[in-house]
């Protein structure tokens, strides 16, 4: 495990602290400011959404605190498991994104020359086990999800929600302490979105591990603590939901992008 840092940030109730984060790509005439003045919590114990039409910069902002993209210079935190990321070297955020992030992207990103099995063993194979531990465990995940009858098929033979859960599976596999999941029941039928929420809610309900996942999918909306809206690069809304804060009526009817 990476070592905590002894900042007052650094409490092991929060997955992920933002402040003032700002992202820009481009320079010049075409820079284009896609992230403005972020401030987030992303709470251990918690299933936190992040809402918003396309092109906001949801996958900007979750890249962000997966590590794989930088913020600008200039001020501004990011802190993951009290680990200050733009303090990191390259080498140590990978080291610590191996370990500790668990990522579905929304084109899940599978290696087509790759079955299941090994397509899930990656994570595992990168921290160095060896291909009889990491098959064995990508086997155990793989079931889980309900893709223990697909073990040797490649992502081409597969359809979208399967190819998506084998996604799903390769981002637990190294028991990580922050799921981040790109709209990650888009293409699941109902029941596979219920096994794959309830995956989800099993993670977030230990208290150092989290669950941030962007969604338009109002039928998974029940299943979070707390729901930040976004629009064009800022966070707007942030809803607590609990028993005595319920989903609210606009986020009931779910977004539309
Ligand atoms: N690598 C990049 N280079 C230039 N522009 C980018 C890049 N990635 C994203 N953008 C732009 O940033 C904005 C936000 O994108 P994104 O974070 O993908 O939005 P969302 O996930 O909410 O749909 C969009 O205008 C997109 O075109
Ligand atoms: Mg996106």
Redesign the pocket.
């Known amino acids: 495990m990476p070592p905590v840092t002894s900042s007052a940030k650094a409490t092991p109730a929060l997955a992920a602290y933002l402040r003032n984060v700002n992202k820009s790509?481009?320079d010049g005439g075409s820079r284009?400011q896609?992230?403005k003045e972020i401030d987030l919590d992303v709470r251990c114990g918690d299933i936190t959404m992040l809402v918003?039409?396309?092109?906001?910069?949801?996958?900007?902002?979750i890249?962000i605190v997966a590590g794989t993209l930088n913020v600008d210079e200039g001020p501004g935190e990011v802190t993951v498991f009290g680990q200050d990321l733009r303090k990191l070297s390259k080498g140590a955020t990978t080291k610590f994104r191996s370990t500790s992030i668990g990522f579905i992207f929304?084109s899940f990103n599978l290696i087509p020359t790759l079955s299941c099995v090994e397509n899930v063993s990656v994570p595992l194979l990168i921290q160095g086990k060896s291909t009889r531990v990491a098959e064995k465990k990508a086997r155990e995940v793989l079931e889980q999800v309900g893709m223990g009858d697909r073990m040797k098929h490649r992502p081409t033979q597969l359809s979208g929600g399967q190819q998506q859960r084998v996604a799903i599976a390769r981002a637990l596999v190294h028991d990580p302490r922050l799921i981040i999941c790109?709209e990650p029941t888009a293409a699941l039928d109902s029941k596979n979105g219920t096994l794959v929420m309830d995956i989800f809610e099993s993670v977030a309900r230990s208290p150092d591990r989290a669950v941030l996942i962007?969604t338009h999918d109002n039928r998974i909306f029940p299943h979070a603590n707390r729901i930040a809206s976004?629009d064009d690069?800022r966070i707007i809304e942030v809803h607590d939901i609990d028993a005595a804060h319920p989903l609210p009526e606009n986020l009931r009817h779910g977004f539309h992008?």
Do not use: A, H, I, N
């Open positions: 790509f481009g284009l896609v992230l918003g039409p396309s092109g906001c910069g949801k996958t900007t902002l890249s929304q790109d962007v976004m690069g992008s």
